[in-house]
Nanobody
């Protein structure tokens, strides 16, 4: 059974760091693109980062470039989102998603499966 489970969210102070994990099962991680998305209260869900299935290229939204890093460990079937220099505006529920074939991996369209999300709150 295909599954994606996010973890690692929590409460952090501004300028702090968190590492989110997207633990996968039921498929071969290298064959799929994994995206990270977030949704803040009252806002639409937006693409944050993604790591493509072919070659592992990574892409980032302008709002997180230089602060967030996506990586994967195929031995652990896990994709990570390292978030540094966090800001209050990064507060949101963060989701990971899987796509077999996709154009722009920062857009929701094309993602087939989603995790349940993990809350990240940046506040002093």
């Amino acid at each position: 059974q295909l599954q994606l489970v996010e973890s690692g969210g929590g409460l952090v102070q501004p300028a702090g760091s968190l590492r989110l994990s997207c633990t996968t099962s039921g498929f071969t991680l290298d064959y799929y693109t994994i995206g990270w998305f977030r949704q803040a209260p009252g806002k639409e869900r937006e693409g944050v980062s993604c790591i493509r299935r072919s070659g592992g290229s990574t892409f980032y939204a302008d709002s997180v470039k230089g602060r967030f890093t996506t990586s994967k460990d195929t031995a652990k079937d896990t994709v990570y989102l390292q978030m540094n220099s966090l800001k209050p505006e990064d507060t949101a529920v963060y989701y990971c998603a899987l796509a077999a074939r996709i154009g722009s991996c920062l857009r929701e369209r094309g993602y087939d499966y989603w995790g349940q999300g993990t809350q990240v709150t940046v506040s002093s």
